[in-house]
């Protein structure tokens, strides 16, 4: 089945990342995105077709499509957008929570009377866009703002654009931390019911605000800024422990004091001195 005739378009999306295409080359983008909304997000792979949907001679086409080959994501037999594949998904979940909501209401309106009446009632209220008529729409729409926000999926991905400008702005923001900080984003948006106008957009700005990495607290002549933590009574076994293996100038954490080379360290005196008599000649110094 085709998809509907209503699609959203963010202008500003669009023109950000297209400064630079030609003229040519951003007719036969447009063109392309408009067959893979008809088409469940692709088109065929193979040259002929693929002329066709631009409106291009075959030699035309065999010239632009290094350039518009980066905007999909490209097979042997397909030719896919993954933001078209985004909003037929959020077009479909919409869709579904609307009938959802939709007989529901009618069952509460009409009670216990025939349900059937209650699901022609609820297929009467849907609407193929997920938000207002296009009458009712700003200019655009598939790679810019709708006039109403729509509910952000439990399942929402970032896109590989939105992935790239956040490991740009936020380096710190990978592995454990990450994955962590994208669960606290999908359970904020199932337990608020969040809404927004560029899903990509509020989960960047959700993503920026991640706590940075704890670092040791500034040392002034070997005593911290603030009044140091008290000092741990800890037995030698567990002073040897934390020394074992450091060596001058290597990572150490500040909860212990000042550097053991310093000569401020937390440990025991006599901790210190067998941990200076075991470095090598002129490193502990």
């Known amino acids: 089945m085709k998809s509907g005739n209503w699609m959203a378009f963010y202008v500003g999306d669009y023109t950000k990342n297209t400064l630079t295409l030609t003229t040519r080359q951003h007719g036969a983008y447009l063109l392309l995105i408009l067959a893979c909304w008809q088409n469940h997000g692709s088109v065929d792979a193979d040259d002929a077709t693929l002329a066709s949907a631009t409106k291009m001679s075959a030699e035309d086409w065999r010239r632009e499509k290094p350039k ?54 609820a297929e009467g209220s849907q609407n193929d866009a997920p938000s207002p008529s296009p009458s009712q729409s700003p200019t655009g729409s598939l790679e810019g703002r709708a006039s109403r926000a729509r509910l952000i999926p439990e399942d929402w991905q970032p896109a590989e654009a939105d992935l ?47 706590d940075p990495p704890k670092e040791s607290p500034p040392w002034r002549n070997g005593k911290t800024a603030d009044p140091p933590p ?19 100038g290597g990572r150490w954490n500040g909860m212990f004091g000042p550097r053991p080379e310093s000569g401020h360290c937390y440990a025991p005196p006599r901790i210190l001195e067998e941990w200076r008599e075991a470095q090598p000649q002129g490193k502990a110094a």
Request: charge should be positive.
């Open 164 to 210: 790239a400008a956040l490991r740009k702005e936020r380096p710190d923001v990978v592995g454990e931390v990450y994955e962590r900080r994208l669960r606290d984003y999908r359970d904020w948006c199932r337990a608020k019911a969040v809404t927004s106008h560029d899903i990509a957009s509020t989960w960047r700005s959700f993503m920026r605000r991640t």
């Open 68 to 121: 518009l080959a980066p905007y999909f994501e490209t097979t042997p037999e397909k030719w896919t957008h993954r933001r078209v594949l985004d909003e037929l998904a959020a077009m479909a979940r919409l869709r579904s929570e609307r009938s959802v909501a939709g007989r529901r209401g009618a069952a509460k309106r009409w009670g216990g009377h025939a349900e059937a009446k209650a699901e022609a009632l």
């Open 230 to 248: 008290t000092i741990d009574a800890n037995s030698d076994d567990q002073w040897r422990a934390r020394l074992r293996g450091y060596k001058a």
